[in-house]
């Protein structure tokens, strides 16, 4: 500390922590005027306040105007507000909030700055030092707050973003619509079961698992067809039971039936829905999965001929397509069928070939035990996808099964 001399007295520490040192150095005489002696080399422009002696002189001020201490004061006091401020902001728009109020054009801090001009010429320096600090430990408090504030948001956005893969997707206001897949297959059911059929669900007669005996055997098909070779059939092998039957995806939902007669006795009228797989190139129409549908009807000799066949695959398929559509009917050879026929449709100016079907052939009710000396039936099968794409305009297959929702949304109608 200075010792104050009889020609000068000690200036009593400011209540403010921060201002300028040139704006306290003594003066001294050159050439007869009052002159301030320059700084040390290094010192910080914005220095803590601390005692100066000030040499005496009718020139110079002998201590802090009230003004200069008033305003020094408030400077740190916003600053120490604006840094309290910073540290409470729990979110980058609080942040920036105090931000405004204190850094700027009308902020508190840049406010000090526009009353310099109130303010003696003196000690315009001092303030104009505090204030620039004051803004730039305020400023540097914002950036390491957003760091972390910017880094937090990014963690709960991270953590709000997992997925549970195990829950179905949904989408808004677009719930519980159905796949033009499912929609088909809906529909084909309702006409069916309007006929009096009823629907196999039972898990135990559908598997898609299936045995050569129930997918081909059971069937009639001889052992050189060429169903059963294995560029048409996905064969699977057991490798706890090397040596057992061959097992297989079923290449069609025939083998349902089999395993229903089985177990139940004519008269029966039923549907046989679910997916089968066959090794077929993948292109705009076909896929080496899909869904089909097969209906059987079972009854004593007479009541059912092929004229109800036709019959009843005449009104399904205009319930489907249409009363606008023409139906033929050709001769085809299928194993479990005698006589066996083909169908096409004539939809909006073409034929297409849409099902297959005929009467039971005797052999596939002796392979189930019943007689087919008092009973009769006939059969029908078609493929799912090949109506979807015909009554939708559907040009790919493929489509159906891709989950993009530019496609599947044109199908989200009340």
């Known amino acids: 500390m200075a010792h104050p001399t009889r020609h000068s007295r000690a200036i009593p520490r400011s209540p403010c922590c921060f201002t300028t040192a040139a704006a306290l150095l003594p003066l001294r005489r050159r050439g007869g005027a009052a002159v301030r002696a320059r700084p040390l080399a290094g010192s910080p422009r914005t220095a803590p306040l601390r005692r100066a002696t000030l040499t005496a002189s009718a020139d110079a001020p002998t201590a802090l105007s009230p003004e200069l201490a008033a305003t020094l004061q408030q400077v740190a006091a916003d600053r120490d507000e604006a840094l309290a401020s910073v540290t409470a902001a729990d979110n980058l728009p609080a942040l920036d909030a105090v931000r405004v109020a204190f850094l700027g054009k009308k902020g508190r801090l840049t406010a000090v700055l526009k009353t310099l001009g109130k303010l003696n010429k003196e000690d315009r320096p001092a303030v104009g030092g505090e204030v620039n600090a004051a803004k730039d430990v305020v400023a540097s408090a914002v950036a390491a707050r957003k760091e972390v504030l910017v880094e937090e948001a990014r963690a709960e956005a991270e953590a709000a ?64 067809h060429p169903a059963r070779d294995m560029q048409d059939t996905f064969y699977i092998t057991d490798p706890a039971n090397p040596e057992g039957e061959n097992l297989l995806l079923r290449s069609q939902t025939s083998s349902v039936q089999i395993r229903y007669m089985e177990q139940n006795k004519p008269p029966f009228a039923v549907i046989a829905p679910g997916r089968v797989y066959r090794r077929d190139t993948v292109d705009a129409t076909h896929s080496a999965m899909f869904h089909q549908i097969e209906i059987l009807a079972v009854a004593p000799m007479g009541e059912l001929n092929l004229g109800g066949l036709k019959g009843t695959v005449t009104h399904f398929l205009e319930q489907m397509l249409g009363t606008d559509i023409e139906v033929r009917f050709r001769g085809s050879f299928f194993p479990f069928t005698e006589p066996s026929m083909e169908v096409d449709v004539l939809f909006r100016g073409k034929w297409l070939e849409i099902l297959g079907c005929g009467m039971v052939d005797p052999a596939v009710l002796t392979n189930v035990g019943i007689d087919p000396e008092k009973y009769a039936g006939f059969a029908a099968g078609f493929g799912v996808e090949r109506f979807a794409m015909i009554m939708h305009d559907i040009p790919d297959i493929r489509m159906l099964y891709q989950s993009d929702w530019r496609f599947l949304s044109q199908f989200m109608q009340d």
């Open 161 to 224: 973003e997992e997925i549970d893969v195990t829950m179905p997707g949904v989408y808004p206001r677009r719930l519980g619509y159905k796949h033009p897949i499912n929609s088909t297959i809906d529909r084909a059911l309702d006409i069916f079961e309007e006929l009096g059929y009823s629907v196999i669900d039972d898990p135990k007669l559908t598997p898609e698992v299936e045995t050569e005996y129930y997918c081909f055997g059971a069937l009639n098909c001889a052992e050189d």
